[in-house]
């Protein structure tokens, strides 16, 4: 059965980027351009990872982080990954507390972002 993956992101270019890469691997991709949109798309669909960005419209992604987190049967234990341009150690620390993985973008090229995310769902590349 093909994995499903929710990447909620605000910079259009960053969200296609991803998107299209995730994609090509095999994955069913659902695109949030806020956090409000993210949990919409939540509500209907209990994807098998979700990928926030941090700063994003409406609502931030360490919000919708913990709003996922709630759900004692899904939302607890699906996998999350934080997106961010900013290496906020607040934030990851917070990040952390949720069982969440961080990343800064800039540290990471799209094709390891994919082979992580492969990886966290437990698909050898």
């Known amino acids: 059965m093909q994995k499903t993956i929710l990447i909620a992101e605000d910079e259009a270019a960053m969200l296609k980027a991803l998107s299209q890469k995730i994609e090509n691997r095999g994955f069913k991709v659902s695109r949030a351009s806020d956090g409000e949109e993210a949990l919409s798309l939540i509500a209907e ?65 799209l094709d390891d972002v994919v082979a992580f995310i492969s990886n966290k769902l437990g698909i050898n590349n």
Do not use: C, H, Q
């Not at 669909?45 to 979700?50: A, G, R, T």
């Not at 990928?51 to 931030?60: S, V």
């Not at 939302?75 to 934030?91: E, F, R």
């Open 45 to 109: 669909n209990k994807f098998d990872l979700v990928m926030l960005d941090i700063l994003m419209p409406k609502l931030d992604g360490l919000t919708v982080m913990k709003k996922i987190r709630e759900d004692e049967k899904w939302g607890k234990y699906v996998p999350i990954i934080m997106l961010t341009n900013l290496s906020d150690s607040a934030s990851m620390e917070e990040a952390n507390e949720f069982n969440v993985d961080f990343l800064v973008k800039t540290d990471w090229r």
